[in-house]
């Protein structure tokens, strides 16, 4: 029996991706693929990072920076260790003084993020927002 072959990706590159590899390159002196695979990680991490940022922000009906006079207010942050495609990370998820803060990005006793980081990677190089990614992420899911 014929093996099915897998389909193969063509690159096609735009003004809008040529920027963000010169910004890439010049950001983190990319020199190797191991140096692309570890701005790819911090890149997913911090992206990660912001997307669950934003959770909050909805999650408490006020932004970062805002004041409330909501009884559940941030927290603090707790550290994460997630396995993605780029190899383990640490993230840093965000807390609520209620503890009801339920992030959907990354769930709660999620490990495993390989599933959604390639289509995060993917997303930002198309230009999308934190905030957009997260919407995207969550309708998806």
């Given at each position: 029996?014929?093996?099915?072959?897998?389909?193969?990706?063509?690159?096609?590159?735009?003004?809008?991706?040529?920027?963000?590899?010169?910004?890439?390159?010049?950001?983190?002196?990319i020199q190797s693929a191991?140096?692309?695979?570890?701005?790819?990680?911090?890149?997913?991490?911090?992206?990660?990072?912001?997307?669950?940022?934003?959770?909050?922000?909805?999650?408490?009906?006020?932004?970062?920076?805002?004041r409330s006079d909501s009884?559940?207010?941030?927290?603090?942050?707790?550290?994460?260790?997630?396995?993605?495609?780029?190899?383990?990370?640490?993230?840093?998820?965000?807390?609520?003084?209620?503890?009801?803060?339920?992030?959907?990005?990354?769930?709660?006793?999620?490990?495993?993020?390989?599933?959604?980081?390639?289509?995060?990677?993917?997303?930002?190089?198309?230009?999308?927002?934190?905030?957009?990614?997260?919407?995207?992420?969550?309708?998806?899911?």
């Amino acid at each position: 029996m014929a093996r099915e072959k897998k389909p193969v990706h063509k690159v096609q590159m735009t003004e809008g991706k040529r920027s963000i590899i010169h910004q890439l390159l010049e950001e983190y002196d990319i020199q190797s693929a191991e140096d692309i695979q570890d701005a790819l990680k911090d890149l997913l991490g911090g992206t990660i990072k912001e997307m669950m940022e934003a959770e909050m922000d909805d999650h408490l009906g006020y932004g970062r920076s805002e004041r409330s006079d909501s009884d559940d207010y941030r927290n603090g942050y707790k550290l994460k260790r997630v396995n993605s495609s780029y190899g383990s990370m640490e993230i840093e998820v965000p807390q609520d003084r209620k503890s009801s803060f339920e992030p959907q990005v990354v769930k709660k006793r999620q490990k495993d993020i390989s599933d959604i980081d390639q289509k995060i990677i993917s997303m930002y190089t198309k230009g999308m927002t934190t905030r957009q990614i997260s919407e995207t992420i969550e309708d998806s899911g």
